[in-house]
């Protein structure tokens, strides 16, 4: 069995405990693996330090090739940039709900908006679900065409025919 990678944790305890309380609860976990690196006598196996920290063997040697190779920034870095920004702008939001509260020239389904959007703003083409979940976000709308009565019936016309049939 091959011995295990013995890390040398540069930063004191002091220091170690004040980096825990500013963190995230998802990285306290990694500051913990350093002060019981820190604390133990002997060098640990990433199975040994897997069982006090209570994760994966996987994890925790991530975990120790990261502070290994990169330090305290590499170990506290996941990789999270944030939230990526929509293709919808402001600009087409507006068209989108002038064209769903017209009567006359509403959408009857989400391909002919998606059709309509490539036309008009954005030549390279939009994904369906995209469309879909920002219409249902934004608007809480379902692209269904009511049949009950048409848009330019004759509200005379239907007076006219109620007199008529009785």
């Given at each position: ?9 540069t ?37 040994e330090l ?53 009567p006359?020239d ?19 083409g ?6 879909n ?15 009950k ?6 509200p ?11």
């Amino acid at each position: 069995m091959a011995n295990s990678k013995n890390i040398i944790v540069t930063e004191s305890e002091l220091e170690l405990k004040k980096l825990m309380k500013q963190q995230p609860i998802h990285k306290k976990n990694r500051i913990q693996m350093l002060l019981i690196l820190k604390k133990s006598q002997k060098s640990l196996s990433k199975i040994e330090l897997a069982t006090i920290l209570k994760v994966n063997h996987n994890t925790a040697q991530k975990w120790r090739k990261a502070y290994f190779d990169k330090g305290i920034d590499g170990l506290l870095f996941d990789g999270r940039i944030g939230f990526k920004q929509s293709i919808i702008n402001s600009e087409i939001h507006q068209a989108i709900e002038q064209r769903l509260t017209s009567p006359k020239d509403a959408f009857t389904s989400y391909v002919d908006l998606i059709n309509w959007i490539v036309e008009n703003y954005i030549p390279g083409g939009i994904n369906y679900h995209t469309v879909n979940k920002y219409v249902k976000r934004h608007f809480g709308a379902k692209l269904k065409v009511s049949r009950k009565s048409h848009i330019n019936k004759d509200p005379n016309a239907v007076e006219a025919f109620k007199k008529t049939s009785e």
